[in-house]
């Protein structure tokens, strides 16, 4: 009798220990002595650090420079609003919006907090919303009910919709009412640079060490919900967003004018395919910016491959996003693809070779590596 | 034969065992409807989803809006009853229908534990389980027994070894032994489990754990029945269920095969449990003690009983083995292998987008999934064949009403299984609005492309 009590005691102990625990393991910990070179184990620390150090934080930096050069070709076209100054300007604008498809992916921490792309990148943006906006002159471009009227698309239309020419829409910026335009002009830029710096400066502060330290293996560990946000970014905002939505692949009809960048109209391709770069370099590992690299998902894959002797899915995923890449390639930009083109056969192709990575991704890589894709909190058998 | 017979069908065996099965069976039941609940399953599981996937024959079996929580109401009281032993009988019965019904609603949450759940408690209702130590024996002596006829205590223990050991048998395969799958993917994830986690790497680590997972399960009905390897049995009936939950989320199920197979013991450890028990509700256990003998009567209510639970086990022993029935590889095509405690035997996962083509106008459009689906019936449905063809009725049904014409439906779906690379899975040329849901081979399964050799 004893001896079942016992028992009882011992199960209640380990059920007790065990119970739904989130799996944080202490940072630091020590590697396994006894393990000889060629039998590590993968750890989770070191990717998550290069992915931090080496990429995501250097981005973030990299789009806060953006962001105030394009503040400062704004400084520069509210003092005169002339057809070269509003080139500038947008050539700024250009640049700004390649270097966040390069942040857009990080949706995890302060950028999901903030809500950041949510706030810099809806489109298609709304004009009349915008428009109205400027006549009344109040607005609350924090309010979620404005997400369609700011960020990229907003200024988008504002530096490249308002007009056919570039004539037109700079003698907008010198009628009447151009103080109007300008404060609002201003107030979008306002309020983008405020959300993107106090997401770096969250990362800088204190998350970046939340993050590396959160090293463990479970639904809430940084490596699973990073993963899922990042296949999550690349099905939802680069294949569908970017592509599948205008071409019409779940409406049955092509959408053109949810391109992105639509009034700018010939830049959406290659505002995709930075996309595209940004998330390959991130499965590679690749330091932003150099030509190095770290640990990342590729170098996750082959190490469990060492062990699996099974297919080599580094290798067939970086085959993918690099065929995808050469579609992308030989098109236009997408609203002339969609436009001129009825079926856009091309486009379409292009889409095909771009959804082949979603299967890879979705299923092969994380199957390899045991995370489950939006984790579901119930019990399996 | 005779004598085999006799020992372990006719013979009168302490009652004792059963009645503790009886009430820890009830606690346990009653702590998992309150668990489920708390965690939020019920709103997220049978409230919130749009559609739910039902079992052949069971279409009828839904969610009933927000009435779904006095389903579990139903449940969770009829456990409470089972435990005392109270209106035994229909308490029995409304657990199991209850139970059952929850988990006809939606196959999506089919796990083989909740199945072995459900049948266990139509096994009870023949199960003169209230005879000992509960309300009803204490209410009316008549209905008071000391000794029950064995082969009342032996069903639950051969369902039970017969869980264990087709669980072993479903194990003797090529991926499990030979390439020690899906463990070599599941275990190396877990390193962060305190001591046992910087080893799960380890190949060999791999092996051992699937080894001795089949030899645990093919063994260990044998080693609990003999009474001498019993004490060392229960002791590996405890590390091994503690070393899955601490691996792996199976929720109950670990705590319940635990409290099961007490039911081998002998009745000696059960009176002791009672005694204690019966002290701490100051419920003196003498008066069931009675030395009263239940004998069935000869009559045809009791033949009817006898006959159902032959014939229930002669379903447990042979519907596992349906699988033979269906051409190409079972862990693929999944066709029979359910029902079957085929227990966490496959990492496998798929990749379904279906696309909806107007057969007039040949214009079509990819479905977003997750406009119809919670993530979890994603998941599920995106690599098992019936929930596929299921989905595919249902989506042609929705764009049907939405005015589309001659409504053909394709799915492009990959799968991947036990480390293999992703294939397809499903003919992509075959219009999957014009095929039905039947008992025959779905054909438009595309065959695998591997080979797994075993049982």
Not at chain 1, 147 to 171: C, H, M, Q, W
Request: negative net charge; hydrophobic residues 45%; charged residues 20%.
């Amino acid at each position: 009798m004893r001896k079942f009590f016992g028992i009882l005691l011992f199960m209640t102990l380990i059920w007790a220990c065990s119970s739904d625990d989130n799996g944080v393991s202490a940072p630091g910990e020590e590697p396994d002595p006894t393990l000889g070179p060629g039998e590590e184990s993968f750890e989770r620390g070191p990717m998550l650090a290069n992915w931090a150090d080496n990429i995501i934080i250097p981005s973030y930096e990299a789009f806060a420079i953006e962001i105030e050069n394009l503040n400062t070709s704004f400084e520069a076209f509210r003092a005169d609003a002339s057809t070269a100054n509003l080139s500038s300007f947008r050539a700024s604008w250009l640049s700004t919006y390649k270097a966040w498809q390069r942040v857009s992916m990080f949706e995890i921490g302060p950028a999901e907090t903030e809500g950041l792309r949510l706030n810099v990148n809806i489109y298609p943006t709304d004009a009349s919303k915008i428009e109205s906006h400027i006549v009344s002159g109040t607005y609350d471009l924090s309010l979620s009910s404005n997400r369609d009227a700011k960020g990229f698309p907003a200024l988008d239309y504002l530096i490249n919709g308002l007009g056919e020419t570039d004539d037109a829409i700079v003698s907008k910026f010198n009628a009447n009412d151009k103080a109007a335009l300008i404060t609002y002009t201003g107030a979008v830029l306002q309020d983008m640079t405020a959300l993107s710096a106090r997401v770096l400066s969250e990362w800088k502060q204190s998350y970046r060490d939340t993050f590396v330290a959160n090293d463990g293996a479970s639904a809430t560990a940084s490596v699973d919900r990073f993963v899922n946000d990042y296949i999550f970014y690349y099905e939802k905002f680069l294949r569908a967003g970017k592509m599948g939505i205008p071409l019409g692949v779940f409406s049955g009809s092509v959408l053109p004018e949810k391109v992105e960048a639509y009034h700018k109209a010939d830049v959406s391709n290659e505002l995709f395919l930075e996309g595209l770069n940004a998330a390959q370099d991130l499965f590679n590992g690749k330091h932003f910016g150099k030509s190095s690299s770290g640990e990342s998902l590729a170098s996750y894959l082959d190490a469990l491959n060492s062990v699996k002797n099974g297919e080599d899915l580094n290798k067939l995923i970086n085959d993918q996003f690099n065929a995808a890449r050469t579609r992308v390639e030989g098109l236009s930009a997408f609203r002339q693809e969609i436009e001129n083109n009825d079926p856009p056969t091309n486009m379409l192709m292009a889409y095909d070779e771009v959804q082949r990575a979603v299967p890879m991704l979705k299923v092969d890589m994380v199957s390899a590596m045991s995370i489950s894709i939006d984790f579901v909190d119930a019990d399996g058998d | 034969m005779a004598s085999f017979f006799d020992k372990h069908i006719k013979t009168p065996v302490e009652a004792a065992p059963l009645a503790v099965f009886r009430i820890l069976f009830g606690l346990m039941m009653l702590f998992s409807i309150i668990r489920f609940w708390s965690y939020g399953w019920i709103e997220k599981l049978y409230i919130e989803p749009k559609f739910f996937f039902s079992y052949y024959g069971f279409e009828w079996v839904k969610p009933i809006g927000d009435a779904t929580y006095f389903l579990f109401v139903l449940c969770g009281l009829s456990a409470i009853f089972v435990a005392l032993g109270y209106k035994y009988r229909i308490a029995i019965v409304v657990f199991f229908l209850s139970f059952t019904y929850i988990e006809l609603m939606d196959k999506t949450t089919y796990l083989n534990h909740y199945y072995f759940i459900s049948i266990l408690s139509f096994l009870m209702i023949f199960l003169p389980a209230n005879a000992y130590f509960s309300l009803d024996a204490a209410k009316n002596p008549k209905k008071a027994f000391q000794y029950i006829p064995a082969w009342t205590i032996n069903s639950i223990k051969l369902l039970l070894a017969i869980v264990y050991f087709y669980a072993g048998l479903a194990k003797l395969n090529s991926d499990w032994l030979i390439k020690a799958m899906p463990l070599k993917i599941w275990l190396p994830s877990k390193f962060d489990i305190p001591f046992m986690g910087q080893f799960l790497h380890q190949e060999w680590v791999q092996y051992a754990f699937s080894w001795f997972g089949a030899g645990y399960d093919l063994m260990i009905p044998f080693l609990l029945l003999y009474r001498k390897t019993r004490p060392f049995a229960f002791v590996l009936v405890v590390i091994f269920h503690v070393l899955t939950r601490v691996l792996f989320p199976i929720g109950m199920f670990p705590y319940v095969m635990i409290i099961s197979t007490l039911i081998f013991f002998d009745a000696g450890l059960h009176h002791r449990l009672l005694a204690r028990l019966g002290i701490l509700l100051k419920v003196g256990k003498q008066k069931f003690d009675n030395q009263q003998q239940l004998v069935l009567k000869n009559e045809a209510i009791t033949k009817f009983k006898l006959a159902t639970v032959v014939l229930f086990f002669a379903v447990q022993l042979l519907f596992p083995f349906r699988y033979v029935l269906y051409p190409g590889e079972l862990f693929w095509t999944e066709e029979g292998y359910r029902f079957s405690w085929r227990v966490m035997l496959m990492e496998k996962s798929g990749y379904a987008q279906f696309k909806i083509v107007n057969g007039e106008s040949g214009r079509w459009f990819y479905v977003d999934n997750s406009d119809f689906l919670t993530p979890f019936q994603e998941k599920q449905m995106a690599f098992q064949p019936d929930f596929i063809l299921e989905y595919a009725h249902y989506l042609k049904n929705h764009f049907q009403k939405d005015g589309h014409k001659n409504v053909q439906i394709f799915v492009d779906c990959q799968v991947a299984l036990n480390g293999r690379l992703s294939t397809t899975f499903i003919d992509p040329n075959v219009d999957l609005a014009q095929e039905r849901e039947s008992f025959a081979h779905k054909n438009w399964i595309t065959p695998f492309k591997d080979e797994i050799k075993g049982i």
